[in-house]
């Protein structure tokens, strides 16, 4: 029969437990100089950007399937897309407001009308797409929405990375 025993520095005598850890704590900049950015600022960045990207992304796709579903019959699906899309435009509202007012230091009336604009030009042209394709204007509409995708991704993603938390 094996038997084990304990080290000897050990057997028998009592030993003091191991002193607790301090929790990990961000490192500080040094004095005068920028704040140290931990994993969770850059993950908070990532994010941020992601979805000031995919919001007009998702409206795009949201009014292309609910174009497509018009021009194929599916009323019903069409307004449940469209529908959808018009939530996700209301939302980024505030966003492209707040942005456009930061940017410009236009008065909150008129950001908030040209935030109301790039929105309902999306709409506009998913309309055009749908109702008026053979009006010879598909490609400048097109653009057209490309373009305000493109803009409310800036200022989607400046009214997150700006705005005061």
Do not use: Q, Y
Not at 38 to 52: E, H
Not at 62 to 70: E, I, P, Q, R, V
Not at 122 to 130: A, F, I, N, T, Y
Not at 154 to 164: D, I
């Amino acid at each position: 029969m094996l038997t084990t025993t304990p080290a000897p520095s050990r057997n028998g005598t009592a030993h003091a437990p191991a002193p607790a850890r301090k929790p990990r704590r961000a490192k500080k900049a040094a004095a005068g100089g920028p704040p140290v950015k931990t994993t969770a600022d850059r993950v908070k960045v990532v994010a941020t950007v992601t979805m000031g990207v995919a919001i007009p992304v998702l409206s795009l796709v949201l009014s292309h399937a609910g174009g497509t579903l018009a021009r194929t019959g599916h009323a019903a699906l069409a307004g449940f897309a469209l529908a959808l899309m018009g939530c996700v435009l209301v939302v980024s509202l505030s966003h492209l407001a707040w942005a456009i007012e930061d940017i410009t230091r236009s008065p909150r009336w008129a950001s908030w009308l040209l935030a109301i604009s790039f929105d309902l030009m999306l709409v506009l042209g998913e309309l055009v797409h749908v109702n008026a394709d053979d009006a010879g204007v598909g490609m400048a509409i097109t653009a057209m929405m490309t373009a305000v995708a493109g803009m409310s991704m800036f200022l989607n993603c400046w009214a997150f990375l700006r705005h005061p938390a």
